[in-house]
């Protein structure tokens, strides 16, 4: 009909949302952050709920069209309890990946982690998002001692809504960076993967400092590599959105 508005982010008939997606992935973790009161619930097979800490607005914005709470870069960030599945230490595999929607704003004065683990002497993951020259770049950094690993990609501008997904494999070593359903950058390096207990996973920020301003929503932590075949069945049902 002339003149219809429509939807960009309308869910095709039979096709499942990216909620549903992610669940038939098997996560380890996953948040989708939707929640107007209460924790954030766990739907991965860990089960472990966040909890909503500092100054965070619960379903403030969209990414994707999917509900999101908005971070404040202060203090608001959501504070998961340590579990072993956080960091697919155990030798057997060393294998994880990472997923989540974020949009990084504008007016952030510097850099912000969207996801982040740290231990008392390792730095076992963290997914910045820079902002410069009204642009961004994302990067993941490990550190144990004096060692530190990055993964970089430079791409989009501010104020964008990205699909972020990082895959690791200790085998190889290599780490995979994706973004919007497309490889951007790919290292041949290890991550330091080692579970210590009490060390809780923070989304929307890291303990002390680099607090995220911007919204953060459907985050999720696999025992697997995905593959680029489950990354773009991901994106495909994050831009249909619900």
């Known amino acids: 009909m002339a003149g219809a508005i429509v939807n960009p982010y309308a869910v095709a008939a039979g096709q499942l949302s990216y909620e549903e997606t992610l669940l038939a992935l098997g996560p380890v973790g996953m948040w989708m952050l939707d929640e107007s009161s209460g924790n954030a619930i766990d739907q991965g097979t860990a089960g472990i709920d966040g909890t909503y800490t500092g100054s965070v607005t619960r379903a403030a914005r969209t990414v994707f069209g999917l509900t999101a709470p908005d971070f ?6 959501v504070s998961i309890a340590d579990n072993a599945a956080w960091s697919a230490h155990a030798g057997a595999s060393g294998v994880m990946s990472w997923v989540g929607l974020v949009r990084f704003d504008s007016g952030n004065s510097g850099n912000g982690s969207w996801l982040s683990k740290f231990s008392a ?3 076992e993951f963290k997914f910045w998002q820079y902002a410069a020259n009204g642009n961004h770049r994302g ?3 490990s550190k144990y001692g004096n060692t530190s690993t990055y993964a970089t990609y430079a791409t989009g501008a501010l104020d964008t809504d990205q699909f972020i997904v990082y895959t690791y494999d200790r085998t190889i070593p290599k780490i995979i960076c994706y973004v919007d359903g497309s490889e951007a950058n790919t290292r041949g390096a290890t991550i330091y993967l080692t579970e210590d207990a009490g060390e809780a996973l923070q989304i929307g920020g890291e303990p002390g400092t680099k607090a995220y301003g911007g ?3 459907g985050v999720a932590l696999f025992d697997k590599v995905l593959t680029p075949s489950e ?3 991901l994106y495909d049902a994050a831009v249909a959105g619900v």
Do not use: L, N, P, V
């Not at 404040?72 to 960030?77: A, L, V």
């Open 231 to 233: 990354i773009t069945a």
């Open 139 to 141: 990067e993941m950094f």
């Open 215 to 217: 919204a953060i929503c």
């Open 121 to 123: 002497i390792k730095q």
């Open 72 to 77: 404040d870069e202060g203090t608001s960030r």
